[in-house]
């Protein structure tokens, strides 16, 4: 058997080494010839993934990656990874996926299994991928096979890895569900088969949408209990020690990441198609969407109680990931605080010690290099603003030499000395 993966990104590179650690032949397929040349190489992409893992595939002669689409000719199964972001509008972008498809369509064989990896919206692999494949002249489910298989990685997460995490499975038809489950069997430890690929990619979007809306009543709560002048952190970890009934979920600057703050507005989307507005998760994407804001306001108000206006103070950003200990800033809430901190007339630098640079995004092009940390530069800026709590940070010395310490994510929590210049956001 022979897997082609498209897209080496966060889930594609993973899920390739899973293949080949479990002794499958893998091609990889990227438009990025400068990635792809580098994982040639031995050399890894991303951050959270160490080279010696890239290097261990290189060498292994199972893994070769390629930016040559004809290519796709040749696997037994073509599993997609790219990404579905959202729309200015909220509303679902299948341009990649349906870009892909059409690549594929050009080079599909008889009896090959395609299957799509990426997060979206109930009826995506029947509606949309299904016509764009069948322009090949062959027809699903009969001359070549589909399924969908939502993935499930969490960036920097050392619990757990592509092939430790269970897999769901849906296929368009039994046979495609079948092979489906036979070309993962080799590289993920516990396959859960479901009856449809609707199914399957209606769970995907329940699990995030389920973290969307916890984690929007945390932050509901963040700003009621700070006018109530009660520590929501310490709320959280007492209501935590009850061994059932209640989940931890936590506060801060907003929602990052490729799924949590895209796939409730997939599925609302998906909603108004059947009539059926989803009040419940809106009012959660409303939450999140407007933390950025919030903690804004929140910067205001300490700079107001040191006798300073936000107009014309420097303010130093921690953190441009949207989550500690990885480079990822995909849909990162980072990007928007510098935004409206700078409309703001606030002069705003950032420190990120896995970020050197901003990189060029759909939504954004900052052109900002991460300033080093020095007990000078802290003492420089009017407030330290704390949005992701990355593990390199010693948060007791940025304490000790910032004037002012904004933290959004309760990572200053240890911090025993200086506690007045700490405001909590």
């Given at each position: 058997m022979q897997v082609g993966i498209v897209g080496l990104g966060y889930v594609g590179?993973?899920?390739?080494?899973?293949?080949?650690?479990?002794?499958?032949?893998?091609?990889g397929f990227d438009i990025n010839d400068v990635n792809v040349k580098r994982i040639n190489a031995g050399k890894s992409p991303l951050k959270h993934i160490p080279d010696e893992h890239v290097s261990e595939m290189a060498k292994s002669k199972l893994f070769k990656a390629t930016t040559d689409m004809k290519q796709l000719s040749k696997p037994d199964a073509i599993l997609i990874c790219v990404p579905t972001p959202l729309t200015e509008n909220r509303e679902p972008d299948m341009t990649y996926v349906a870009t892909t498809c059409e690549t594929?369509?050009?080079?599909?064989r008889k009896g090959q299994l395609v299957v799509l990896e990426s997060t979206t919206y109930p009826g995506t692999t029947r509606e949309l991928m299904q016509p764009i494949l069948e322009k090949s002249g062959l027809k699903a489910g009969k001359d070549f096979y589909m399924a969908y298989s939502p993935e499930r990685e969490d960036p920097g997460n050392k619990s757990f890895r592509t092939g430790t995490i269970a897999k769901v499975v849906g296929g368009l038809d039994k046979k495609s569900l079948d092979m489906a489950?036979?070309?993962?069997r080799p590289a993920i430890e516990h396959l859960v088969p479901v009856s449809s690929c609707d199914v399957a990619e209606a769970a995907k979007i329940v699990e995030n949408t389920y973290r969307c809306?916890?984690?929007?009543?945390?932050?509901?709560l963040k700003m009621l209990f700070d006018r109530m002048g009660i520590d929501v952190w310490e709320v959280i970890d007492a209501a935590k020690t009850k061994p059932f009934g209640f989940q931890a979920f936590y506060p801060g600057p907003g929602l990052g990441g490729h799924c949590i703050p895209i796939d409730p507005f997939y599925l609302t989307w998906r909603a108004r198609q059947y009539g059926m507005?989803?009040?419940?998760?809106?009012?959660?994407?409303?939450?999140?969407?407007?933390?950025p804001s919030y903690v804004v306001a929140r910067t205001m108000d300490a700079l107001n109680e040191h006798k300073k206006s936000l107009k014309g103070s420097k303010v130093l950003l921690l953190g441009l990931a949207y989550k500690k200990d990885i480079d990822d800033v995909?849909?990162?809430?980072?990007?928007?605080?510098?935004?409206?901190?700078v409309d703001k007339g606030a002069k705003v630098d950032y420190n990120d010690p896995y970020i050197p640079k901003t990189p060029k995004m759909r939504m954004y092009n900052l052109g900002m290099k991460s300033k080093p940390l020095t007990e000078k530069s802290l003492a420089g800026y009017d407030a330290v603003l704390i949005a992701t709590d990355h593990s390199d940070y010693d948060y007791k010395w940025i304490v000790k030499n910032a004037k002012l310490v904004v933290d959004t994510r309760n990572a200053t929590k240890e911090v025993k000395t200086g506690r007045k210049k700490i405001f909590k956001a």
């Amino acid at each position: 058997m022979q897997v082609g993966i498209v897209g080496l990104g966060y889930v594609g590179l993973p899920l390739a080494r899973e293949f080949v650690g479990g002794g499958v032949d893998v091609i990889g397929f990227d438009i990025n010839d400068v990635n792809v040349k580098r994982i040639n190489a031995g050399k890894s992409p991303l951050k959270h993934i160490p080279d010696e893992h890239v290097s261990e595939m290189a060498k292994s002669k199972l893994f070769k990656a390629t930016t040559d689409m004809k290519q796709l000719s040749k696997p037994d199964a073509i599993l997609i990874c790219v990404p579905t972001p959202l729309t200015e509008n909220r509303e679902p972008d299948m341009t990649y996926v349906a870009t892909t498809c059409e690549t594929i369509s050009k080079y599909l064989r008889k009896g090959q299994l395609v299957v799509l990896e990426s997060t979206t919206y109930p009826g995506t692999t029947r509606e949309l991928m299904q016509p764009i494949l069948e322009k090949s002249g062959l027809k699903a489910g009969k001359d070549f096979y589909m399924a969908y298989s939502p993935e499930r990685e969490d960036p920097g997460n050392k619990s757990f890895r592509t092939g430790t995490i269970a897999k769901v499975v849906g296929g368009l038809d039994k046979k495609s569900l079948d092979m489906a489950m036979e070309v993962y069997r080799p590289a993920i430890e516990h396959l859960v088969p479901v009856s449809s690929c609707d199914v399957a990619e209606a769970a995907k979007i329940v699990e995030n949408t389920y973290r969307c809306i916890n984690i929007a009543m945390v932050n509901e709560l963040k700003m009621l209990f700070d006018r109530m002048g009660i520590d929501v952190w310490e709320v959280i970890d007492a209501a935590k020690t009850k061994p059932f009934g209640f989940q931890a979920f936590y506060p801060g600057p907003g929602l990052g990441g490729h799924c949590i703050p895209i796939d409730p507005f997939y599925l609302t989307w998906r909603a108004r198609q059947y009539g059926m507005p989803t009040k419940f998760i809106e009012l959660a994407g409303e939450i999140n969407t407007d933390m950025p804001s919030y903690v804004v306001a929140r910067t205001m108000d300490a700079l107001n109680e040191h006798k300073k206006s936000l107009k014309g103070s420097k303010v130093l950003l921690l953190g441009l990931a949207y989550k500690k200990d990885i480079d990822d800033v995909r849909e990162s809430p980072s990007m928007e605080l510098i935004e409206l901190l700078v409309d703001k007339g606030a002069k705003v630098d950032y420190n990120d010690p896995y970020i050197p640079k901003t990189p060029k995004m759909r939504m954004y092009n900052l052109g900002m290099k991460s300033k080093p940390l020095t007990e000078k530069s802290l003492a420089g800026y009017d407030a330290v603003l704390i949005a992701t709590d990355h593990s390199d940070y010693d948060y007791k010395w940025i304490v000790k030499n910032a004037k002012l310490v904004v933290d959004t994510r309760n990572a200053t929590k240890e911090v025993k000395t200086g506690r007045k210049k700490i405001f909590k956001a």
